[in-house]
């Protein structure tokens, strides 16, 4: 989403449109082409950054609208780790008290707990480290929303919370975060399932994204298309290992746009 369709506007602490994002939306939707709308923040809950896209003028509903808690939630509950601690703010957590998950908070003494997972979590302390280490010790999996340094913003880059929380767990405890956000196959197969396709669909399906670690990634693990935007993270003159190279690079989605409507 930011980077690829919007940029996070601090003004308003909405979404300000991308050039030509909303008309490719609307030419999907009265095509009747399903998509989806995935990103992978976790400081809101789904249907608040829903609301914040409508407010830019995108024609995105609720559902179309995921983020990692979302592929999080059901993979959490499909694994039957069902105690999850969260180091991470209430709509990071939401997706999974919606769920019917039982979340224990960043720094909430607890027993039992099967997971803990990091995400948007700016007030990340001491206390919640200690909780988070503590619970990983005593054999929960470390599981996690996204596990790159940076997101687009109209700013430049900015450092997203959950790497940098997940260095300092694996640093003190060894386990390795399981990615459950973009790029992971979970999050694509999470994808597929509210857009009501079968796996098998993966071939026919085009991922476009501006960040060759996320979404260039999961699209060509997946065998889908990949299209790469020069609007975020990605540069036009990018050298990039193959597993992370689009299909084709845009310099922004007029081309796309051009195409969906036959042009």
Excluded at 82 to 88: A, D, I, M, S
């Amino acid at each position: 989403m930011d980077g690829t369709i919007a940029l996070g506007d601090s003004k308003s602490g909405g979404h300000r449109a991308l050039p030509y994002a909303i008309a490719v939306l609307e030419t999907l939707k009265a095509a009747g082409t399903p998509f989806v709308v995935f990103t992978n923040g976790t400081a809101k809950p789904p249907a608040a950054y829903a609301q914040s896209l409508r407010n830019a003028g995108f024609p995105v509903e609720d559902r179309q609208m995921l983020t990692p808690s979302s592929s999080a939630a059901i993979w959490l509950a499909k694994t039957g780790l069902t105690k999850v601690r969260v180091l991470g703010n209430a709509g990071c957590a939401a997706p999974l008290i919606d769920a019917g998950l039982e979340v224990v908070g960043p720094s909430e003494a607890a027993e039992g707990v099967q997971a803990v997972y990091t995400g948007w979590f700016r007030e990340f302390d001491f206390d919640a480290l200690e909780a988070g280490c503590h619970s990983l010790w005593n054999g929960a999996r470390l599981v996690t929303a996204s596990n790159v340094p940076f997101f687009a913003t109209e700013n430049g880059r900015a450092i997203g919370a959950s790497y940098p929380i997940n260095a300092m767990l694996t640093a003190m405890t060894r386990k390795r975060p399981r990615i459950l956000g973009k790029p992971s196959r979970v999050a694509f197969e999470t994808a597929l399932g509210v857009m009501g396709l079968p796996r098998s669909a993966a071939k026919h399906m085009v991922v476009v994204g501006d960040d060759p670690a996320l979404e260039m990634r999961m699209a060509n693990d997946a065998g889908a298309l990949s299209v790469g935007l020069a609007t975020g993270v990605m540069s036009v003159d990018a050298d990039l290992p193959e597993h992370s190279r689009p299909s084709c690079l845009l310099a922004d989605l007029e081309p796309l746009l051009t195409t969906l409507r036959g042009g």
